[in-house]
T-cell receptor, first 115, second 116 residues
Framework: EAQVTQNPRYLITVTGKKLTVTCSQNMNHEYMSWYRQDPGLGLRQIYYSMNVEVTDKGDVPEGYKVSRKEKRNFPLILESPSPNQTSLYFC??????????????FGPGTRLTVL | AQTVTQSQPEMSVQEAETVTLSCTYDTSESDYYLFWYKQPPSRQMILVIRQEAYKQQNATENRFSVNFQKAAKSFSLKISDSQLGDAAMYFCAYRRSGGGADGLTFGKGTHLIIQP
């Protein structure tokens, strides 16, 4: 089954404790992206990757890092989480870079709470 | 920068009736894509419908259809014969055609309530 998986689905942590949210897709997609969703703000892009070893900032990259060492994986790293990073996080992937209209497949979301 | 505006934070409709969710956007591009995503209580993001800006014909998917007005930069979603399972947050989104790195630009969402 074609899918995007994220782990963990729920995470409660404390300020400053480094964490990683994993994302994996099994569709051989080139493009992968992270979004965060906050009430009243919709979804905003954090980082994206157009292929292995190619990553760049989205609209709200502060406080986050990513890496793309393998095509299927795109982990999101919070090196020193703060309470303002409490949010719902989505990973997404799509097949064609630059197509625009290609369907973005979303993972199930990760609910992160930073105390 | 592109912006997407959903002016209705919440809408309510009786089961079996028709409801229209509004979306307007701002862009200087002539070629782009517009999307409606559904987010049920499970939080999964589900693509409902997609419209290519260069196509005049409005997209339709079963009970879901859009009214795309390119000159007015309007992209509303009509849900016919509303069902209880349609209750969800609905997000309108934009993406530039051939955008390369561009991700989706989302509106803030409309919470749709279905009254039985």
């Amino acid at each position: 089954e074609a899918q995007v998986t994220q782990n963990p689905r729920y995470l409660i942590t404390v300020t400053g404790k480094k964490l990683t949210v994993t994302c994996s897709q099994n569709m051989n997609h080139e493009y992968m992206s992270w979004y965060r969703q906050d009430p009243g703000l919709g979804l905003r892009q954090i980082y994206y990757s157009m292929n292995v070893e190619v990553t760049d900032k989205g609209d709200v990259p502060e406080g986050y890092k990513v890496s793309r060492k393998e095509k299927r994986n795109f982990p999101l790293i919070l090196e020193s989480p703060s309470p303002n990073q409490t949010s719902l996080y989505f990973c997404a992937s799509s097949l064609i870079v630059g197509g625009g209209g290609d369907t973005q497949y979303f993972g199930p979301g990760t609910r992160l709470t930073v105390l | 920068a592109q912006t997407v505006t959903q002016s209705q934070p919440e809408m309510s409709v009786q089961e079996a009736e028709t409801v229209t969710l509004s979306c307007t956007y701002d862009t200087s591009e002539s070629d782009y894509y517009l999307f409606w995503y559904k987010q049920p209580p499970s939080r999964q993001m589900i693509l409902v419908i997609r419209q290519e800006a260069y196509k005049q014909q409005n997209a339709t998917e079963n009970r879901f259809s859009v009214n795309f007005q390119k000159a007015a930069k309007s992209f509303s979603l009509k849900i016919s014969d509303s069902q209880l399972g349609d209750a969800a947050m609905y997000f309108c989104a934009y993406r530039r055609s051939g955008g390369g790195a561009d991700g989706l630009t989302f509106g803030k969402g409309t919470h749709l309530i279905i009254q039985p």
